[in-house]
């Protein structure tokens, strides 16, 4: 499981303009006053440059993923109070939560298996924090007649195995949100949906490239013919992908909140 720098990179402006302002504030609140932010398939730190400025000056962070170039270029930006810490995000013993005040992940949990989440669930006590879950919504305008079966077959490719078992895919938000309760957590969540307006035709373009890849993997004949539709229409098309952001707060944990409970 990995992504390039140049996929995290195009697909950022679109992460930051769907991240839902009010949860990532109280995300920082919840972290405390001299916080350290694990951040778990960190990339190039998009969560870093994201969360960052509400969080007090000096705020620690410790990065983890399994790509070392990527782990650098994050370490790179964040300066001297970025622990880089390389390892498996699967291995969930290895992973290094010692001495946390919040965790956090992006676009991460829908590629992840139901026990690794409720293992995570189980293991924490500090808040968590996980943006731009995909919830298997998708629409277009304009529509294609194989849209909807395009996005079924996406969304079946989805729960299969990325290594770990089957991944949660467009059930993530919903399971993170039920296993986190379980376990005690008050859970708050919010849409960060993803619109995409002929502006950002080479980001449509790559999404539909491998959404049309992984629906003909699922079985759906008509995928590449809509991904050659959906190529070529990008700079004449807008697009929404669901995504939700959700905050688990451990309940010795809870600030006070206003934010509306999904």
Request: net charge negative; glycine share 8%.
């Given at each position: 499981m990995g992504f390039s720098a140049e996929w995290l990179s195009l697909r950022e402006p679109a992460d930051r303009a769907a991240r839902d302002g009010p949860l990532a504030q109280q995300a920082a609140k919840a972290a405390g006053p001299n916080p350290l932010v694990i951040d778990f398939g960190c990339g190039t730190g998009a969560t870093w440059r994201a969360l960052a400025p509400y969080l007090p000056t000096g705020a620690r962070w410790r990065f983890v993923d399994n790509e070392p170039a990527l782990l650098a270029e994050a370490g790179r930006v964040a300066g001297e109070n970025a622990e880089l810490v390389e390892a498996d995000l699967g291995e969930m013993d290895a992973l290094p939560l010692a001495g946390a005040s919040l965790v956090t992940a992006s676009a991460l949990l829908d590629l992840m298996p139901e026990a690794w989440v409720a293992d995570l669930a189980r293991r924490l006590d500090v808040p968590f924090y996980a943006t731009l879950n995909y919830d298997g919504r998708m629409s277009w305008a304009p529509a294609h007649d194989d849209d909807a079966a395009v996005t079924a077959a996406f969304n079946q490719h989805q729960q299969g195995d990325k290594g770990m078992g089957p991944a949660l895919g467009p059930n993530s938000a919903d399971r993170t949100i039920a296993l986190f309760e379980a376990a005690g957590f008050m859970v708050l969540s919010a849409d960060s949906t993803w619109l995409l307006g002929p502006d950002m035709a080479p980001?449509?373009?790559?999404?539909?490239?491998?959404?049309?890849?992984?629906?003909?993997?699922?079985?759906?004949?008509?995928?590449?013919?809509?991904?050659?539709?959906?190529?070529?229409?990008?700079?004449?098309?807008?697009?929404?992908?669901?995504?939700?952001?959700?905050?688990?707060?451990?309940?010795?944990?809870?600030?006070?909140?206003?934010?509306?409970?999904?």
């Amino acid at each position: 499981m990995g992504f390039s720098a140049e996929w995290l990179s195009l697909r950022e402006p679109a992460d930051r303009a769907a991240r839902d302002g009010p949860l990532a504030q109280q995300a920082a609140k919840a972290a405390g006053p001299n916080p350290l932010v694990i951040d778990f398939g960190c990339g190039t730190g998009a969560t870093w440059r994201a969360l960052a400025p509400y969080l007090p000056t000096g705020a620690r962070w410790r990065f983890v993923d399994n790509e070392p170039a990527l782990l650098a270029e994050a370490g790179r930006v964040a300066g001297e109070n970025a622990e880089l810490v390389e390892a498996d995000l699967g291995e969930m013993d290895a992973l290094p939560l010692a001495g946390a005040s919040l965790v956090t992940a992006s676009a991460l949990l829908d590629l992840m298996p139901e026990a690794w989440v409720a293992d995570l669930a189980r293991r924490l006590d500090v808040p968590f924090y996980a943006t731009l879950n995909y919830d298997g919504r998708m629409s277009w305008a304009p529509a294609h007649d194989d849209d909807a079966a395009v996005t079924a077959a996406f969304n079946q490719h989805q729960q299969g195995d990325k290594g770990m078992g089957p991944a949660l895919g467009p059930n993530s938000a919903d399971r993170t949100i039920a296993l986190f309760e379980a376990a005690g957590f008050m859970v708050l969540s919010a849409d960060s949906t993803w619109l995409l307006g002929p502006d950002m035709a080479p980001l449509q373009r790559e999404l539909t490239n491998g959404i049309a890849q992984a629906a003909n993997e699922a079985g759906a004949r008509e995928a590449a013919s809509w991904g050659r539709h959906r190529h070529a229409s990008a700079d004449r098309t807008t697009c929404h992908i669901g995504h939700i952001d959700i905050l688990a707060l451990p309940t010795g944990n809870l600030q006070e909140s206003t934010h509306v409970l999904r």
